[in-house]
C-alpha cells in the first residue's frame, strides 16, 4: 500500500508560477514510476509529466515542455511539479500518482492522490 498527498495547489494569474508537491508513504520500494496527471470538469484525465524514482529520468507532455519541471527529493519518497508560464489551459485539479512499471498511462498506475486543484485567471 502506497499513500499520496498532494499540496501546492491554488489561485494564481496568467503567466505566474506555482508549485506543487506529492508525499509518498508506505510501501514506497515498490514505486518505479511518479507522475503527476491533470484533469478539467467534463474532460478526460491526461498525462502531464513523470519521473523514474531510482534514475530520475524525465518525462513530458508536448504542451508543458519547458513550462513545468517535474523532480523528487533525495530520498525518492516526494516528487514536486514546478509550474511555470501558467495558462488558463492549465486550469485542472492535479494528481499525482505512481506506479511499480514504466508506463505512463492513467491505467497503469497503482495509486492516486485526492488531487489538488489549479486555476489560472487571465
Known amino acids: 500500500q502506497v499513500q499520496l498527498v498532494e499540496t501546492g495547489g491554488g489561485l494564481v494569474q496568467a503567466g505566474g508560477s506555482l508549485r506543487l508537491s506529492c508525499a509518498a508513504s508506505?510501501?514506497?520500494?515498490?514505486?518505479?514510476?511518479m507522475a503527476w496527471f491533470r484533469q478539467a470538469p467534463g474532460k478526460e484525465r491526461e498525462f502531464v509529466a513523470a519521473?523514474?524514482?531510482?534514475?530520475?529520468?524525465?518525462y513530458y507532455t508536448d504542451s508543458v515542455k519547458g513550462r513545468f519541471t517535474i523532480s523528487r527529493d533525495s530520498a525518492k519518497n516526494t516528487v514536486s511539479l514546478q509550474m511555470n508560464s501558467l495558462k488558463p489551459e492549465d486550469t485542472a485539479a492535479y494528481f499525482c500518482?505512481?506506479?511499480?512499471?514504466?508506463?505512463?498511462?492513467?491505467?497503469?498506475?497503482?495509486?492516486w492522490g485526492k488531487g489538488t486543484l489549479v486555476t489560472v485567471s487571465s
Open positions: 500518482a505512481v506506479s511499480r512499471q514504466p508506463m505512463t498511462v492513467p491505467d497503469a498506475m497503482d495509486y
Open positions: 519521473i523514474r524514482r531510482i534514475s530520475g529520468n524525465t
Open positions: 508506505g510501501r514506497t520500494f515498490t514505486i518505479y514510476t
